[in-house]
Every structure is written in structure tokens, then in C-alpha cells.
């Protein structure tokens, strides 16, 4: 009997535990075999929606935003029984074949780690303290009450909101707070102005796209008046401004953080190569790189953000999906063939999917090939996107179900 442990419910985690699940069910192998995800939330963070969660009108409750973000895990439809754990990895022992949760030690004979990334502040003083990030479903309702506050305390006045960041997270929550300020702002029948500015260490934004992109997206930003700020290299904060290295100084009341994204402590692990970021480096099958790979006792795998395979393939859902999907399927061939993989087996090449839609405010949705359409069309195909995800991983009624509780996110 194989015990196959996958630290973390994202969307690469998820994917390998369906394939998996899948596989074995085929083989008539599901009571051989079992496959246990551990994940620190019993949930799943739909990571895409978080942007718009953040910038939601007060009008729609926490409670709402949260339910509309985070689908349970116990939602999720496996072909097999498939044990979901809650518990928080302290440690990936990957010598000794065991992961070592906060409530118990879980021995594997496959692993896959899949615990993604977390924002980093470059240990620059003062940023952790006084701005916030955007990567869960926690900093995106900190990030609305305090949106909030801001405008109940200047009243008729101006609030500075300052995005860090010119990423896909930075464009995103600038383009759709500065579109949503109004609504926002009557939400909690304030009267104030909100000031929106996109700062940059770069000369362009989205430097994953073309130069194309680069500009349409600068000048829909200006005009829909967020002021942009590039070569700024921040040094430090304080409580009330943010110091750069190069330019002076620039007060705040509020700072969003989506500068950057790294790995997470417990997948620091010294027996393997890491590349970009501390992403543990891995062929296209989610294999890391092993040095001394005698050191390593079974199988491990590492997929999604936590894997970098190359420069070509961008930290975004799909390719976490895909990589899943590659590292369960490698277990499976590894499974058929009693743990001997035949000496001609070729990996399947990773296909990279590094085009994402991105929502620029609601008046202009943006793809990343450079094909802009209006907001509304924006939306929905998004909306459709994100339904064909639901329907891929969970049985119709709760698809559906989840993606109704998604509307209120759009409104
Ligand atoms: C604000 C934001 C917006 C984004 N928008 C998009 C978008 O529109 N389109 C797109 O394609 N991509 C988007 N991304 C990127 C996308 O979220 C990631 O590429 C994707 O989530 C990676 O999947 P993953 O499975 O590797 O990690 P995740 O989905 O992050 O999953 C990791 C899981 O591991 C768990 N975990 C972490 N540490 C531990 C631990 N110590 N113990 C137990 N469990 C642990 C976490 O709880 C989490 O469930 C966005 C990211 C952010 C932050």
C-alpha cells in the first residue's frame, strides 16, 4: 500500500489529488492505495478572486466575500475517498519520509509539495509594519475595513492609497479600487476622495507582457486617474510616508503591498537546488533537482508556485494546475510500472500557460496576449473561466452553487 501525501490544497495540490484519485480508480487500485492532503485552512483560496474581494462595497457583508473566496475542501470532488487534513506543516522531512504537522507527523511513500508561495518585504524597514499585502482571504478583508476607515476619517477630505507593486496584483487592485471608489465610498455613506498611485521600482509595469500591453495599461490607468510612480526604489517606511532611495519621500495613509512573493520557510529545503524567488527547481514532471539525491529517502515531488521549472513558466493557476496534473500522473506511471520507470519513459513537456485575464477597473478588461475588450465582456468571460474551473473540480450543483456565491464580488 502506497501512502501519498500532498502538503497543500491549492490549485496544484488539488489537481494532483484528482488525477490521483482518478488513476487509481481506473486501475481498481483505490483501496491499495491512499492519498491525503494537508492543508493549514479547510479551504481552498480561489486566489483570482481576492483582488475583486478586496475592493468589494461594504454593502456585502465579510462573511459574504469570504464564502465567495474560500470553497471547503470538503466540496471538492475526488473519484476515491480522499482523507483532507487541517493541520499546519512545520516541517517537510523529506530524509526521513515524514511530514511533521502542528497536530501529528504523517509518514508518506509519495510526496508532493504544493504549498505555494507567501509576500515577501525584502527585509526593508518598516514595510511589513505599516503596509498591507494581498495574498489571502484575511489581507483582502484587512485591506477592505481599512479602505473603510480611511474614508471615515477624512471625511470630505482625501485619502492617499499607495499600491506597491506594478505586477498583475498591483495593476489590478489599482485599476478596479480607483474604477469602485465611489461605490465603495457611498457604501459606508462617506463623501471623501480616494487617491490612488501605482508605485514601481521598474521604467514599465507588467513586465511579463509586451511593450504594448505595457503602455495601453499605463494610459487606461492614468485615465482613469491613478498616478503612476516608476524607478522608485523604495529604502524604508515609516508610520506615515514611504522613503525612497531616489526620489525623496511620498506620505501615505495607506500602503497595498503586492511587490513580491516568496517561499514559504518549511519548503526551504537544503537538499535540493532552488531557483527564482527560493522556489525549489524541478524538471517538467515537478522532480526537483537533487544533488545528492541518495539523501533522499521516497519520491517527492514539487509543483506549483513552490516549483520553478524556468523563466518561461509564470507563477499563475493554470501552470499550478498543470504541474499537478504532471506530478500525479508521474506517480501513476510509478505505480504501473512497481516503482521501476522504464528506461526510455520521457516526461511529459510542460505546456506553459502564462496568459491570464486580468481585470483593469470596470470599465476595461484586459487579456495578456494584448486584446482589450470592455469591462462587462471582461467580467464575464472571466465569470465563465472561473465556472469551468468549479465544474472541473467539484460535482455541478456545488459548482454552480459556489460561482452564485462569487456575484457578489462583481457587483
Ligand atoms: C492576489 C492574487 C491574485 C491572483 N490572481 C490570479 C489570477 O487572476 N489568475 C491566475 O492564473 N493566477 C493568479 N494568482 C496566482 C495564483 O494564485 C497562483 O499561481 C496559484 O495559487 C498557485 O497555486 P499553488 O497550488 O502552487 O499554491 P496555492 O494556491 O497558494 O496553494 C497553496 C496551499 O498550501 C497551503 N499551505 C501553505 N503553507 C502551508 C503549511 N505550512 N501547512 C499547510 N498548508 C500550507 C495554503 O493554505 C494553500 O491552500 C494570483 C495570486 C494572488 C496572490
Given amino acids: 500500500m502506497a501512502r501519498i501525501v500532498i502538503a497543500g490544497g491549492g490549485f496544484a495540490g488539488i489537481e494532483a489529488g484528482r488525477v490521483i484519485a482518478r488513476g487509481l480508480q481506473l486501475r481498481g487500485l483505490k483501496d491499495k492505495h491512499s492519498i491525503t492532503i494537508i492543508d493549514k485552512h479547510p479551504y481552498h483560496a480561489f486566489t483570482p478572486a481576492l483582488i475583486p474581494a478586496s475592493t468589494t462595497p461594504m454593502t456585502v457583508s465579510d462573511e459574504a466575500v469570504r464564502e465567495a473566496v474560500c470553497i471547503p475542501l470538503s466540496d471538492i470532488h475526488f473519484s476515491i475517498p480522499v482523507a483532507i487534513v487541517t493541520d499546519e506543516i512545520v516541517q517537510l522531512n523529506v530524509a526521513w519520509n515524514s511530514v511533521v504537522g502542528k497536530k501529528k507527523h504523517y509518514e508518506y511513500d509519495y510526496l508532493i509539495i504544493a504549498v505555494g508561495q507567501e509576500p515577501t518585504f525584502y527585509h526593508l524597514q518598516g514595510v511589513q509594519t505599516h503596509s498591507l499585502p494581498l495574498a489571502t482571504i484575511e489581507h483582502a478583508l484587512a485591506i477592505r475595513s481599512e479602505i473603510a476607515r480611511q474614508i471615515q476619517i477624512h471625511d470630505t477630505g482625501q485619502a492617499r492609497i499607495v499600491v506597491v507593486g506594478g505586477g498583475p496584483t498591483g495593476v489590478e487592485f489599482a485599476g478596479l479600487l480607483r474604477s469602485r471608489a465611489r461605490s465603495f465610498i457611498r457604501s459606508i455613506g462617506g463623501r471623501c476622495e480616494l487617491e490612488v498611485s501605482l508605485v514601481d521600482s521598474g521604467d514599465c509595469i507588467l513586465k511579463m507582457t509586451r511593450p504594448s500591453v505595457q503602455n495601453r495599461v499605463t494610459r487606461i490607468l492614468k485615465q482613469m486617474g491613478v498616478s503612476?510612480?516608476?524607478?522608485?526604489?523604495?529604502?524604508?517606511?515609516?508610520?506615515?510616508?514611504?522613503?525612497?532611495?531616489?526620489?525623496?519621500?511620498?506620505?501615505?495613509?495607506?500602503?497595498?503591498w503586492g511587490a513580491g512573493r516568496a517561499t514559504p520557510a518549511v519548503a526551504n529545503i537544503e537538499l535540493f537546488t532552488h531557483g527564482r524567488a527560493g522556489a525549489i527547481a524541478t524538471n517538467e514532471?515537478?522532480?526537483?533537482?537533487?544533488?545528492?539525491?541518495?539523501?533522499?529517502?521516497?519520491?517527492?515531488?514539487?509543483?506549483?508556485?513552490?516549483?520553478?521549472?524556468?523563466?518561461n513558466v509564470a507563477w499563475v493557476a493554470p501552470n499550478a494546475i498543470t504541474g499537478g496534473r504532471h506530478a500525479g500522473e508521474h506517480i501513476l506511471t510509478h505505480i504501473d510500472y512497481a516503482e521501476r520507470l522504464p528506461n526510455d519513459f520521457v516526461p511529459r513537456p510542460f505546456k506553459?500557460?502564462?496568459?491570464?485575464?486580468?481585470?483593469?477597473?470596470?470599465?476595461?478588461?484586459?487579456?495578456?496576449?494584448?486584446?482589450f475588450i470592455p469591462a462587462r465582456f471582461g467580467v464575464l468571460i472571466r465569470r465563465l473561466v472561473d465556472l469551468r474551473y468549479f465544474l472541473g473540480i467539484m460535482l455541478p450543483h456545488k459548482a454552480w452553487k459556489q460561482w452564485r456565491k462569487m456575484k457578489v464580488l462583481y457587483r
Fill in 285 to 311: 514532471s515537478g522532480v526537483p533537482k537533487i544533488p545528492n539525491v541518495e539523501h533522499i529517502g521516497r519520491p517527492v515531488y514539487a509543483v506549483g508556485d513552490i516549483s520553478y521549472i524556468s523563466d
Fill in 228 to 256: 503612476m510612480i516608476q524607478n522608485a526604489m523604495i529604502s524604508h517606511m515609516t508610520d506615515q510616508s514611504i522613503e525612497f532611495e531616489n526620489r525623496g519621500h511620498m506620505p501615505f495613509d495607506m500602503v497595498v
Fill in 352 to 371: 506553459a500557460q502564462n496568459n491570464s485575464i486580468f481585470l483593469l477597473g470596470t470599465h476595461t478588461g484586459v487579456v495578456t496576449v494584448p486584446i
